[in-house]
């Protein structure tokens, strides 16, 4: 959605599921020359940027699930069709509870915790490593917010 002063709106999704007592997360590629990212959908007008990450998850990634808290935001400017686009991110941190077959991507990956070592190995896009970044930095709260659950 572009709002009032031309902001692109974009929310994201940092999915994440518990597979074999080892906690697990999603990231996708959309086209096949661009690098592993976050999941991440293009807010409509009307919508809120909660509303948009969790249809993207089930339109897209065919899954029922629940928005913990936002991750993290940040701005930027994208090129369309040869015009300079401000954008806003915002991104969630959501919990698979359900999922069928991922269909809405080109490729698609469940990477673990030990995150670090598996991204030395893709080619990824700056949001992921960002965010990679924000995991790190803040994984000890996080693990406290899902020990209580």
Not at 26 to 50: A, N, Q, Y
Not at 56 to 64: F, L, V
Not at 73 to 91: D, E, M, V, W
Not at 124 to 137: A, E, I, M, Q, V
Request: hydrophobic share 40%; charged share 25%; net charge positive.
């Amino acid at each position: 959605m572009v709002t009032k002063n031309n902001i692109l709106t974009i929310s994201g999704a940092i999915v994440f599921k518990d597979y074999r007592a080892r906690r697990k997360f999603l990231v996708v590629k959309v086209k096949d020359e661009e690098g592993w990212e976050f999941p991440k959908v293009t807010v409509r007008r009307g919508e809120s940027s909660v509303r948009a990450a969790i249809r993207m998850t089930g339109e897209q990634a065919g899954m029922n699930a629940r928005v913990l808290e936002e991750a993290g935001r940040f701005s930027g400017t994208a090129q369309i069709n040869g015009k300079s686009i401000p954008q806003k991110h915002l991104y969630y941190i959501m919990l698979q509870k359900s999922g069928g077959e991922i269909m809405g991507f080109e490729k698609f990956l469940w990477l673990y915790r030990s995150v670090s070592y598996q991204i030395q190995n893709l080619t990824c896009s700056s949001s992921l490593l960002l965010f990679y970044l924000f995991l790190c930095k803040f994984w000890r709260v996080l693990l406290q917010h899902f020990q209580k659950m």
